[in-house]
């Protein structure tokens, strides 16, 4: 009697990529949730210390070695985990682009992406090299992306044994699987560079009526700024195609759920019933922009739903904040916690979930409740779907309480130290003071209005300090002078320096950040504190947005003004 059982783990790696594939004998060893028949690892990426939680979490649920893995692409929050946690294989999948003692190389037509050649690529290839050596791990060529490819061009399909599960590659390297290279003819009119995010591979595991689609970082950049438009090619061909008169079951959000992927029409057109989005604290993705389209997505779709994996913490004054609210009722029952009322700090949070399951019993053909003992807690959360289960995993409460600790809020945290001598505490309160002088300004007459939205927007613990009784002036540089309190102290070599301390609320980061970063009237601060933008999120203080604009109205166009690279990077 077949008994099949098939489960997806989308791995905590803190902000990377990792999701291990199971296929079980559920007829065999009952006891322990049934005997795995074949093993895959699509990515082992992380970062901080994800590639300890990776190696942990295999080792304590006996995962590996694999049957096979899969690189999506060469950056690091996709394979900075192989070596160091260890993983151990029999064959491989990737876009190849480099040698191995025992095989030439295996070139494809479009390289392997500007910056992919870096300590963590030699890293994944010597974990390679290591299971060609020790394991005979073979690679497995996706033909149609070879240099010197000629012939028809077709999907490469992996069958998972002879358990009647495929996993099958549309795309790669830029390239359809029915040979269209729509990187390389999007390259000869905009001779742009090429990111590691192009070449992604995107795959379609599936098995009977049950579709899971996987796409890396694959890109879908609409004005070829940021990365190439390789997304809608690919929904056109398996439209028309491979997915004709078919459905997504599950749907992985590529890219972390960046803007840069994932548009309105392929989520409409693919139609899941569930969203799996591996989140990126440190790159602040998944973007607004993205909630946003989940948001109009679930308003025609009310019985998907969403779920975030890796670790979470957005504060209210976040844009993703408003936009998971949101989407509150859509997000799988258990998965994100909202905390905080009134002038509470407000958190959205995922942190109590170790890991998210999707899994599918197939009994002589007949889909089943799967058995409950595939995780050896009562506390697991199940959320039953058409065809299908998610389990979402909890947390070990002493390791949730550390993560708890350690992620704070840090997108306006500035940790320069600089000399007094270069930059006095007087001159910053002069800075201070005439921009109290300006913001007094703003919330008068006319334009008090937008003055006002503007402030809430951009400087929004001042909000309250503005509407205290006495003189606005004095009562905004008081303020200013407390959060520079806070946060900054004479440290023992007598340089000024970040105050461990800080108990700063995140309306206070934000709005201290905005005050003194950028900002024209603490001009001699940033030159001597040296401070770097690059990958800063929103400098409202910068020289177009030193004041608010009233001729523009109330309120920016989400994602409006934001510097460029929200959601992008590795």
Same mark, same amino acid.
């Given at each position: 009697?077949?008994?099949?059982?098939?489960?997806?783990?989308?791995?905590?790696?803190?902000?990377?990529?990792?999701?291990?594939?199971?296929?079980?004998?559920?007829?065999?060893?009952?006891?322990?949730?049934? @005997?795995?028949?074949?093993?895959?690892?699509?990515?082992?990426?992380?970062?901080?210390?994800?590639?300890?939680?990776?190696?942990?979490?295999?080792?304590?649920?006996?995962?590996?070695?694999?049957?096979?893995?899969?690189?999506?692409?060469?950056?690091?929050?996709?394979?900075?985990?192989?070596?160091?946690?260890?993983?151990?294989?029999?064959?491989?999948?990737?876009?190849?682009?480099?040698?191995?003692?025992?095989?030439?190389?295996?070139?494809?037509?479009?390289?392997?992406?500007?910056?992919?050649?870096?300590?963590?690529?030699?890293?994944?290839?010597?974990?390679?090299?290591?299971?060609?050596?020790?394991?005979?791990?073979?690679?497995?060529?996706?033909?149609?992306?070879?240099?010197?490819?000629?012939?028809?061009?077709?999907?490469?399909?992996?069958?998972?044994?002879?358990?009647?599960?495929?996993?099958?590659?549309?795309?790669?390297?830029?390239?359809?699987?029915?040979?269209?290279?729509?990187?390389?003819?999007?390259?000869?009119?905009?001779?742009?560079?090429?990111?590691?995010?192009?070449?992604?591979?995107?795959?379609?595991? @599936?098995?009977?009526?049950?579709?899971?689609?996987?796409?890396?970082?694959?890109?879908?950049?609409?004005?070829?700024?940021?990365?190439?438009?390789?997304?809608?090619?690919?929904?056109?061909?398996?439209?028309?195609?491979?997915?004709?008169?078919?459905?997504?079951?599950?749907?992985?959000?590529?890219?972390?759920?960046?803007?840069?992927?994932?548009?309105?029409?392929?989520?409409?057109?693919?139609?899941?019933?569930?969203?799996?989005?591996?989140?990126?604290?440190?790159?602040?993705?998944?973007?607004?922009?993205?909630?946003?389209?989940?948001?109009?997505?679930?308003?025609?779709?009310?019985?998907?739903?969403?779920?975030?994996? +890796?670790?979470?913490?957005?504060?209210?004054?976040?844009?993703?904040?408003?936009?998971?609210?949101?989407?509150?009722?859509?997000?799988?029952?258990?998965?994100?916690?909202?905390?905080?009322?009134?002038?509470?700090?407000?958190?959205?949070?995922?942190?109590?979930?170790?890991?998210?399951?999707?899994?599918?019993?197939?009994?002589? =053909?007949?889909?089943?409740?799967?058995?409950?003992?595939?995780?050896?807690?009562?506390?697991?959360?199940?959320?039953?779907?058409?065809?299908?289960?998610?389990?979402?995993?909890?947390?070990?409460?002493?390791?949730?309480?550390?993560?708890?600790?350690?992620?704070?809020?840090?997108?306006?945290?500035?940790?320069?130290?600089?000399?007094?001598?270069?930059?006095?505490? @007087?001159?910053?309160? =002069?800075?201070?003071?005439?921009?109290?002088?300006?913001?007094?300004?703003?919330?008068?007459?006319?334009?008090?209005?937008?003055?006002?939205?503007?402030?809430?927007?951009?400087?929004?613990?001042?909000?309250?300090?503005?509407?205290?009784?006495?003189?606005?002036?004095?009562?905004?540089?008081?303020?200013?002078?407390?959060?520079?309190?806070?946060?900054?102290?004479?440290?023992?070599?007598?340089?000024?320096?970040?105050?461990?301390?800080?108990?700063?609320?995140?309306?206070?980061?934000?709005?201290?950040?905005?005050?003194?970063? +950028?900002?024209?009237?603490?001009?001699?601060?940033?030159?001597?504190?040296?401070?770097?933008?690059?990958?800063?999120?929103?400098?409202?203080?910068?020289?177009?947005?030193?004041?608010?604009?009233?001729?523009?109205?109330?309120?920016?166009?989400?994602?409006?003004?934001?510097?460029?690279?929200?959601?992008?990077?590795?």
């Amino acid at each position: 009697m077949a008994d099949r059982g098939l489960e997806i783990y989308h791995l905590d790696v803190v902000g990377g990529d990792a999701t291990a594939i199971l296929v079980k004998d559920l007829a065999k060893e009952k006891e322990t949730g049934g @005997e795995t028949i074949y093993s895959m690892l699509i990515d082992a990426g992380s970062e901080g210390s994800g590639s300890a939680y990776l190696k942990t979490y295999l080792k304590a649920h006996k995962m590996g070695p694999f049957d096979c893995i899969v690189a999506t692409h060469y950056h690091q929050d996709h394979i900075n985990g192989f070596q160091p946690a260890d993983i151990k294989f029999k064959s491989f999948i990737d876009i190849g682009g480099y040698a191995h003692k025992t095989g030439e190389p295996f070139k494809n037509r479009n390289g392997i992406g500007d910056g992919a050649d870096t300590a963590v690529f030699s890293s994944y290839k010597a974990q390679v090299q290591s299971q060609v050596e020790k394991n005979s791990a073979a690679r497995i060529p996706i033909p149609f992306i070879e240099k010197e490819f000629k012939g028809k061009a077709e999907p490469l399909i992996h069958k998972l044994s002879d358990t009647g599960i495929t996993l099958t590659c549309y795309c790669a390297n830029g390239i359809l699987a029915d040979g269209t290279d729509v990187l390389g003819s999007q390259k000869k009119t905009k001779q742009k560079g090429i990111s590691p995010n192009d070449v992604s591979l995107a795959m379609i595991l @599936e098995w009977g009526d049950f579709r899971y689609f996987t796409g890396g970082d694959l890109s879908g950049d609409e004005l070829i700024k940021a990365y190439y438009d390789i997304e809608p090619h690919l929904l056109k061909y398996l439209d028309e195609g491979p997915l004709k008169g078919k459905k997504i079951t599950v749907f992985k959000a590529s890219h972390h759920g960046s803007e840069h992927s994932n548009k309105t029409g392929l989520l409409n057109r693919l139609s899941p019933e569930t969203i799996v989005t591996s989140c990126n604290m440190q790159k602040q993705v998944p973007s607004p922009i993205f909630l946003e389209r989940l948001n109009q997505y679930f308003t025609t779709n009310a019985t998907a739903v969403a779920v975030f994996t +890796n670790t979470m913490k957005v504060f209210k004054n976040d844009d993703r904040y408003s936009k998971l609210e949101s989407i509150k009722s859509s997000i799988a029952d258990g998965n994100v916690a909202f905390s905080g009322t009134g002038n509470e700090e407000r958190i959205a949070s995922n942190l109590g979930i170790k890991c998210a399951i999707i899994r599918r019993r197939m009994r002589e =053909d007949k889909y089943e409740d799967y058995p409950d003992s595939l995780v050896p807690s009562t506390k697991i959360k199940i959320i039953k779907k058409n065809g299908y289960e998610i389990v979402l995993m909890p947390r070990d409460k002493d390791e949730a309480k550390t993560i708890e600790a350690t992620v704070k809020f840090k997108s306006y945290t500035i940790s320069q130290s600089w000399d007094p001598k270069e930059c006095s505490k @007087e001159d910053i309160e =002069d800075g201070f003071k005439a921009l109290a002088k300006k913001m007094a300004g703003w919330i008068e007459g006319k334009n008090a209005e937008v003055g006002r939205a503007y402030i809430q927007e951009h400087y929004p613990s001042l909000i309250k300090t503005l509407d205290k009784a006495g003189d606005k002036v004095a009562n905004l540089v008081e303020e200013m002078k407390r959060m520079f309190g806070e946060s900054f102290v004479i440290k023992l070599v007598g340089w000024w320096g970040p105050k461990k301390s800080n108990q700063l609320t995140s309306d206070e980061k934000m709005t201290f950040y905005a005050i003194m970063v +950028n900002n024209s009237y603490q001009d001699k601060f940033n030159r001597v504190a040296d401070i770097d933008y690059r990958g800063l999120e929103d400098t409202w203080n910068r020289s177009d947005y030193r004041e608010p604009d009233f001729s523009a109205g109330i309120k920016r166009k989400l994602g409006d003004g934001a510097p460029a690279g929200r959601g992008s990077g590795e």
